[in-house]
């Protein structure tokens, strides 16, 4: 299995709601990640987890909060968004540490639409 | 600051060799070039990466430079749908023994012709 799974695919949601958004892999990464993208742009990195801890916040505003239940799984809660949040995120996992290849695991991504 | 300067745009006509240059003249002797792609609405997925050494995969060929400044990545028959953004990435990955993720540039976006 080397797949990053995200859901839900579309999330749509008004600036009170809270939502979270899910990514899960099973390839025995240690390293999760989550990428924010805007239209036309790069993606840009938010959070790092590297063994169930955040080991890098990209100063991101704290309406967005990751969390890392455990080595397979990767959650953003959101709050209080505002639409120009709105945006794909993507998660992806790695093998952290030195030996490996370095490669990132993207999932497909959740576009997330603020109204 | 980007630490790769890649074109903004290209065409090559299906069946022919991709070339995708990247310019990264202050990489250093640590870091590795990584190629990423990136089809419309999907997750970016890795391509192919390398250190001093031209490497190749199922995917595609990479060329670095004997002084590392620069790289070219070989789709070597293009086809429809490997139209897509493609991005030159230079990081260690691992600074400090631990993941620090991938800073994307703007990469190019490759057309390919029918």
């Known amino acids: 299995d080397t797949e990053v799974t995200q859901t839900p695919k579309h999330l749509v949601m008004g600036m009170t709601n809270k939502k979270s958004l899910k990514c899960e892999q099973h390839m025995g990464h240690r390293a999760m990640y989550w990428y924010k993208q805007k239209a036309k742009k790069p993606p840009e990195l938010m959070f790092v987890y590297s063994y169930e801890k955040l080991s890098i916040n990209e100063s991101v505003p704290s309406r967005f909060s990751p969390e890392c239940p455990n080595s397979s799984l990767l959650n953003l809660h959101l709050h209080a968004l505002q639409p120009e949040d709105s945006a794909l995120y993507l998660c992806?996992?790695?093998?952290?540490?030195?030996?490996?290849?370095?490669?990132?695991?993207f999932g497909e991504g959740s576009r997330l639409t603020v109204l | 600051d980007a630490k790769t300067t890649q074109p903004p745009s290209m065409d090559c006509a299906e069946g022919r060799a991709a070339n995708l240059p990247c310019n990264h003249s202050?990489?250093?002797?640590?870091?590795?070039v990584y190629w990423y792609r990136q089809i419309h609405s999907q997750g970016p997925q890795y391509i192919i990466h390398?250190?001093?050494n031209n490497e190749t995969n199922e995917m595609a060929s990479l060329i670095i430079t004997e002084d590392r400044k620069s790289s070219t990545l070989i789709l070597p028959h293009a086809t429809l749908r490997d139209t897509a953004v493609y991005y030159c990435i230079v990081d260690d990955m691992y600074s400090g023994g631990g993941a620090d993720g991938l800073t994307f540039g703007k990469g190019t976006h490759l057309i390919i012709q029918p």
């Open positions: 202050t990489i250093s002797g640590n870091e590795y």
């Open positions: 390398g250190l001093k």
């Open positions: 992806a996992s790695s093998h952290p540490g030195t030996g490996d290849t370095g490669e990132l695991f």
